[in-house]
């Protein structure tokens, strides 16, 4: 079996932390980040956004609407 190229090792770890990141925001495991779930997600590590903010959070990130 050949070898993984380390890019794309470095791209799988990339995206597993993304994932473990949404999977703690996503607290009630929808699938969907709400205004909501990233004021109080963002509070655990010491960021408090505003409403505000959480959506221009979500508006930047979201890509399928």
Known sequence: MPEKKPQLLEKEKEELEIK???DFLDA???GKLSVRSI???NKGIGFTPTDMEAIAIIRKLDTNG
Do not use: M
Request: glycine share 22%; charged share 10%.
């Open 20 to 22: 473990a990141c949404f």
């Open 28 to 30: 009630n495991g929808d």
């Open 39 to 41: 004021v109080i997600g």
